[in-house]
C-alpha cells in the first residue's frame, strides 16, 4: 500500500488517491450495512416463525380444552 501512496504522490494525484480511499470507506460500509440488514431481516423472519408455530399450538391446545368440556 505504501507503494501505491508513493507512486500517486510522485505523480501529484492525491486527490485520486484521497477520492479512492473515501469511495473504498463508503463501499465497505455499505457493504457492511448490508450485511447486517440482512442478518436483522433472517432473525425476525426467525423470530415470526416461531412466533407462528406457539400460536399454532396454543390454538390446537385451546381446540383440546374446548373439546373436553363439550
Known amino acids: ?10 505523480r501529484g494525484d492525491l486527490a485520486h488517491l484521497a477520492l479512492f480511499l473515501w469511495a473504498s470507506a ?11 440488514l440482512s442478518a ?5 423472519d426467525d423470530f415470526v416463525r416461531e412466533l407462528q408455530r406457539f ?5 390446537r391446545r385451546t381446540d383440546t380444552l374446548n ?3 363439550d
Not at 463508503?26 to 447486517?36: D, I, K, N, T, V
Open 1 to 10: 500500500m505504501s507503494d501505491l501512496i508513493r507512486i500517486f504522490s510522485e
Open 26 to 36: 463508503a463501499s465497505a460500509g455499505l457493504l457492511f450495512a448490508l450485511r447486517e
Open 40 to 44: 436483522a431481516s433472517r432473525r425476525f
Open 55 to 59: 400460536n399454532r399450538k396454543a390454538h
Open 67 to 69: 373439546k373436553d368440556r
